[in-house]
Every structure is written in structure tokens, then in C-alpha cells.
């Protein structure tokens, strides 16, 4: 397909087989500037593959994925984060024998790699955007404490906000809020609602009073295929979405 959207992604008849077994089946999919969208369904509906697909961890059988009307099912993994997609895993990948500023700075795009980066000067503008970050997540009196001794939430803050240095247009989280307390949650969705203004962002996610704070729309996946769609209260209240999902 060779149309040119305005959404930021635009996935299109996405089919991904594993042995002839379709984890992600037909899936249309459109995600706009601005919008926080939340997948949910059942334990392997393909949810997490979803997000494989679109960061090129996994590569589809067919169909396509437009990001910024740049098609991603060609790309390698480091090609599609430079396009500025970038995926938050469950488990953090911070260095928590640096300080909060010093992973805040390695993941700054101007340097690659720890050495390089640490050496680099510290000029206005990386230090503005450190700071800028740090407020975002809540870790701003926080900069030199080694990551190491941060909270489990701080710890997936801190992780979020090295996605944020890098200014990506579409920012995917897998379930973020796992193993929270309730008041890290509770800033975690404030969080989110923030970072979504001029940007993208999809998250999967089972705690559905954590959903039902964020989402301005849901999506329920049940066997590779979307089952439902649209606002939380809908969703909720959809009998097939009762059955399969939120029922158990
Ligand atoms: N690389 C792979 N090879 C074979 N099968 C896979 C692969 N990746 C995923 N699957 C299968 O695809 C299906 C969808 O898995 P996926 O992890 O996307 O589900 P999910 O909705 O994220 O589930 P959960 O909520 O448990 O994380 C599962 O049946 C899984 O076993």
C-alpha cells in the first residue's frame, strides 16, 4: 500500500504466522498525534507481538506498518528507534551504578555508547533537556543518586525518561504500572497523560483501574485480532469483551 496518512501509525492488514499459528492476524490499526491508547486482552492474544512488530524485533509475515508515512516492516531495529519509536520493556535496562543525570545523559542521541558519551561536554542544551526530563519524571531532586538505590517505580520512571531524551514521535510501554504501589501508579498515569501531548502512546496493559485512568481509547486483542474498540466505557460494557476477557 502506498498511501501517504496523518496518523502517526497506520498498520494495515499485519499478519504475523509462527508455524502457521497467525499470533497477529489481519490487524488494522491507527494511532494519531496526541493519542494514548491502551491494548488490552487475555494472556496471548498477541499483544506483546504487536509491539514486536512495530520495533522490528519480530518481523511480519504481511501486511504493513507505516510510521510517519515511513514503512517500518523493512527496517532493522536500531533504524526504526531512529525514526524515533521507542519501546519500553517490563524490566528496566537502566545502569544502576550511574547516577540518575549520568543515565539520563548516555541516552541523550548526541552520544553513543558510555564512554563517548560521558566524556562529551555537557552543553546548555543537553543539560536543559536532562532537566526537562527529570521534572517529567518526578526524579528531579533526584540526579545524583546512583539509579541503583531508586524505588522499583523510580527505577521505570527513570526508564521512561531515557526514552524521552530521545524525543520519540511514538512511545510503547508494556505493562508499566507492574509492581507498583498505588501512589506510583497514580503518577504514572498523571505521567503518561503528560508525555502524550505531541506525541504517541501505546501501552499494553492488564491492571484495568490503571486503563480505565488513562485510556483515551482501548483495544482488546483476542487471538491476534482486534475483538473491540473505542472508548473505555464501551469496551467495558461490550458483551464479547465480558466473555473473553474481563469475566475472568
Ligand atoms: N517468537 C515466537 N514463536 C512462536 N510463538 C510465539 C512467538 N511469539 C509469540 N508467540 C505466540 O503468539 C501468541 C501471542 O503471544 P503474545 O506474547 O503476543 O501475547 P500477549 O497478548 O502479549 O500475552 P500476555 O498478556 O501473556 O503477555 C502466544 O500464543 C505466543 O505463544
Known amino acids: 500500500m502506498s498511501t501517504n496518512t496523518n496518523f502517526t501509525l497506520a498498520i494495515e492488514d499485519l499478519t504475523v504466522s509462527f508455524d502457521g ?13 496526541n493519542e494514548l491508547h491502551v491494548v488490552i486482552g487475555p494472556n496471548g492474544a498477541g499483544k506483546t507481538t504487536v509491539l514486536d512488530l512495530i520495533c522490528g524485533k519480530t518481523k511480519s509475515t504481511s501486511g504493513s506498518i507505516k510510521f510517519l508515512n515511513t514503512e517500518l ?9 531512529r525514526a524515533g519509536v521507542g519501546r519500553k ?9 550511574l547516577s540518575v543525570m549520568e543515565n539520563l545523559e548516555i541516552s541523550y542521541p548526541r ?7 560521558l566524556m562529551f561536554k ?15 519524571i518526578m526524579l528531579e531532586d533526584s540526579l545524583d543518586t546512583e539509579a541503583g538505590l531508586l524505588s522499583h517505580g523510580q527505577k521505570q520512571w527513570l526508564e521512561i525518561g ?28 498523571e505521567l503518561l497523560k503528560k508525555i502524550s501531548q505531541g506525541r504517541s502512546v501505546l ?12 485510556a483515551q481509547k482501548v483495544t482488546v486483542l483476542h487471538q491476534g485480532k482486534i475483538l473491540a ?14 466473555e473473553v476477557y474481563l469475566g475472568h
Open 21 to 33: 499459528f497467525k499470533a497477529v492476524d489481519s490487524l488494522n490499526f491507527y494511532l494519531e498525534k
Open 229 to 242: 474498540a473505542g472508548d473505555m466505557e464501551d469496551v467495558q460494557k461490550d458483551p464479547k469483551v465480558i
Open 162 to 189: 531515557m526514552l524521552l531524551i530521545q524525543d520519540p514521535q511514538l512511545l510503547m510501554l508494556d505493562e508499566p504500572v507492574a509492581g507498583m504501589s498505588v501512589k506510583e501508579r497514580e503518577q504514572t498515569a
Open 89 to 97: 520493556f517490563q524490566t528496566p535496562s537502566i545502569y544502576e551504578n
Open 73 to 81: 516492516t523493512n527496517l532493522a531495529e536500531h533504524q526504526i528507534v
Open 122 to 136: 555537557h552543553d546548555r542544551q543537553v543539560s536543559d533537556k536532562i532537566m526537562e526530563v527529570a521534572k517529567q
Open 111 to 117: 552520544g553513543r555508547g558510555v564512554f563517548g558519551s
Open 203 to 214: 501501552v499494553i496493559e492488564h491492571d484495568m483501574d490503571f486503563v480505565a485512568r488513562i
